[in-house]
């Protein structure tokens, strides 16, 4: 049996036919686009996921892709979108990454790209430390060249009178809800989505040193992708995980406390 061939197996549709060239899962998936005339951004627009991972998948860059649970959901909207079907696609998906039926991407182009990348930043950095020494050069000659003017004598003012104290009105003494504040820091990277009072907000990777502010008039709820890697604050205090949640925490809900009444209100 010839290493690498699946026995007794139906062959890929980006292997089939004895005429046809073989290409990868995720070139079959761009061509599966490009014959409908879908562009890339017309399904990151429609899907709320991002281009990055999109283009990782038409090239086959997996291990870009966030935990396999978002990989699949990613594959899924996307072959929605396009008209093939979800779950095929996905099952196809799955087995050219168990077996190894995707190419692999160019090695040498990882590794070129941070050298450009550094070289653009430092010329970026130098440019703009010498602008910044430019105006500040303009700005002390400015400062030199301009005539000095004397200020006038201080003219005393006239005695101000205590404006009356308004006693306060009677609608200050009732309690006020304050909005519900969610601060959400990432010590790592995690996948997150968060929705306001009912209302999807957001549906995306967060990266570490990333925070995020949510603010709501009744409750927020969160899906995390990894919730060790999140720390929480609900209008200033931390707020406690829910134990025995495992790295993925779903429909986590946080509701605004009431605020209690002023003794002999």
């Given at each position: 049996?010839?290493?690498?061939?699946?026995?007794?197996?139906?062959?890929?549709?980006?292997?089939?036919?004895?005429?046809?060239?073989?290409?990868?899962?995720?070139?079959?998936?761009?061509?599966?686009?490009?014959?409908?005339?879908?562009?890339?951004?017309?399904?990151?627009?429609?899907?709320?996921?991002?281009?990055?991972?999109?283009?990782?998948?038409?090239?086959?860059?997996?291990?870009?892709?966030?935990?396999?649970?978002?990989?699949?959901?990613?594959?899924?909207?996307?072959?929605?979108?396009?008209?093939?079907?979800?779950?095929?696609?996905?099952?196809?998906?799955?087995?050219?990454v168990k077996g190894g039926a995707a190419e692999e991407p160019e090695a040498l182009a990882p590794s070129a790209r941070p050298s450009r990348d550094w070289t653009y930043g430092l010329l970026l950095a130098?440019?703009?430390?010498?602008?910044?020494?430019?105006?500040?050069?303009?700005?002390?000659?400015?400062?030199?060249?301009?005539?000095?003017?004397?200020?006038?004598?201080?003219?005393?003012?006239?005695?101000?009178?205590?404006?009356?104290?308004?006693?306060?009105?009677?609608?200050?003494?009732?309690?006020?809800?304050p909005p519900l504040r969610v601060t959400l820091d990432f010590v790592q990277d995690c996948w997150v989505e968060a929705a306001v009072d009912g209302r999807r907000q957001i549906s995306e990777l967060r990266?570490?040193?990333?925070?995020?502010?949510?603010?709501?008039?009744?409750?927020?709820?969160?899906?995390?992708?990894?919730?060790?890697?999140?720390?929480?604050?609900?209008?200033?205090?931390?707020?406690?995980?829910?134990?025995?949640?495992?790295?993925?925490?779903?429909?986590?809900?946080?509701?605004?406390?009431?605020?209690?009444?002023?003794?002999?209100?």
């Amino acid at each position: 049996m010839t290493a690498g061939k699946r026995p007794n197996s139906r062959p890929f549709p980006w292997e089939q036919g004895p005429d046809v060239e073989p290409v990868s899962f995720g070139t079959w998936l761009r061509r599966q686009r490009e014959m409908r005339d879908i562009s890339l951004r017309q399904i990151a627009d429609s899907s709320k996921i991002s281009l990055r991972y999109l283009e990782a998948l038409e090239q086959d860059r997996f291990d870009v892709l966030p935990a396999p649970v978002f990989a699949r959901g990613f594959l899924r909207e996307y072959a929605r979108y396009v008209g093939l079907n979800p779950d095929e696609v996905v099952n196809y998906f799955i087995l050219a990454v168990k077996g190894g039926a995707a190419e692999e991407p160019e090695a040498l182009a990882p590794s070129a790209r941070p050298s450009r990348d550094w070289t653009y930043g430092l010329l970026l950095a130098l440019g703009v430390a010498a602008l910044l020494g430019l105006v500040a050069l303009l700005a002390y000659w400015g400062e030199r060249r301009r005539p000095r003017v004397e200020p006038p004598p201080p003219i005393a003012a006239p005695p101000v009178q205590p404006a009356p104290v308004a006693p306060p009105p009677a609608a200050a003494a009732a309690a006020v809800l304050p909005p519900l504040r969610v601060t959400l820091d990432f010590v790592q990277d995690c996948w997150v989505e968060a929705a306001v009072d009912g209302r999807r907000q957001i549906s995306e990777l967060r990266v570490q040193g990333e925070s995020l502010q949510l603010d709501a008039e009744q409750y927020v709820v969160l899906t995390l992708g990894n919730a060790a890697a999140v720390q929480v604050e609900v209008n200033g205090r931390p707020f406690p995980m829910p134990p025995g949640g495992g790295s993925v925490v779903r429909d986590l809900r946080i509701d605004r406390e009431p605020v209690p009444a002023e003794p002999g209100g």
